[in-house]
């Protein structure tokens, strides 16, 4: 396990490095300057803020230094926001961020396995054709969509829940189920196949035959062994809840990371543009680590494996 770390760690660094990499040369493509109202500056003005910034400088130095400040911990400071640090940028949005993910994730794994695992026991009933049905939505439905769907029925029409904006623990509830709906529907229904073929195994029928109680049986048994193809999902489910992140929060108006992505792109501020991709990069890489040695907790079979390898 500690050679498997150490291999995945080598790999999870090259592969952030290959992200600031192409990160950092695109951006500066991109058309428009940093400098707002650049065409009222003098030059000689002009002049003295890109060499305060660094940008007098030929693009490969700029890149060296940038890689250098970054080893230090140094994501440099905002363009946009009168010369703040980034990385206090992104500790100020993160907390929301985190908020609004965390909670989608926690609908997901529970309504989506209990959903599956009912739909499993009581095949052909009407839970049964729920989860199919919520299943198909979650796939089909963007979830932008959902949101203002969401927003404006349950928040508008029906004042259930505030329609958008920060501050209480209602405004967290309908950004995180918009965002759990993928989660439910692909978990739902991974765990009902699963659930259906493992509990037509043999070994099911000799734990059944045993006298082990029903409980036992569905839960110790058969949903452990069903969890395994439906952790692998995980991985690509916690990215599409990270990266859908950005469009939810801008409907809902949530003070997130979002709104400092969406804003640095739009103005060209490279130092901000860096830290939330590195940040977002580093969120999906070691989410997948996650999953992976999530693998091998639930099936010792998969650590076995590798230790042969």
Do not use: C
């Amino acid at each position: 396990m500690g050679r498997y770390i150490l291999q995945r760690s080598i790999y999870m660094l090259v592969t952030l490095w290959v992200i600031i990499t192409f990160t950092f040369f695109l951006m500066h493509f991109m058309p428009g300057s940093p400098l707002q109202n650049e065409e009222r500056i003098p030059p000689q003005m002009k002049a003295l803020i890109m060499k305060e910034y660094g940008l007098d400088q030929p693009l490969p130095v700029q890149y060296v230094h940038f890689l250098g400040n970054l080893l230090q911990g140094d994501l440099g400071k905002s363009f946009q926001y009168n010369g703040r640090d980034v990385t206090e940028l992104i500790f100020q949005g993160f907390p929301a961020s985190a908020q609004v993910g965390i909670q989608a994730v926690i609908f997901g794994i529970v309504i989506g396995l209990t959903l599956g695992v009912i739909a499993a026991l009581r095949r052909g009933s009407w839970v049964d054709n729920l989860a199919t049905v919520i299943a198909v939505l979650g796939v089909s439905v963007p979830s932008f969509l959902l949101a203002g769907l969401l927003s404006f029925y349950v928040g508008v029409k029906l004042l259930l829940l505030p329609p958008a904006g920060w501050g209480t623990w209602q405004h967290t509830i309908m950004p995180s189920l918009a965002l759990s709906a993928l989660v439910i529907a692909q978990m739902s229904r991974y765990i009902r196949t699963e659930m259906l073929e493992v509990l037509g195994q043999d070994y099911m029928k000799t734990a059944k035959a045993k006298g082990l109680s029903r409980p036992t049986v569905v839960f110790r048994h058969a949903l452990r062994n069903a969890l395994i193809p439906a952790v692998t999902i995980l991985g690509p489910l916690t990215i599409n809840i990270i990266t859908g992140s950005l469009v939810i929060e801008q409907i809902f108006g949530i003070p997130g990371m979002a709104w400092l992505f969406v804003q640095s792109i739009q103005v060209n501020d490279y130092p901000a543009i860096m830290g939330v991709t590195i940040f977002y990069s580093v969120l999906i890489i070691v989410s997948i680590f996650v999953v992976d040695i999530l693998y091998g907790i639930i099936d010792p079979r998969i650590r076995i494996a590798g230790a042969k390898e």
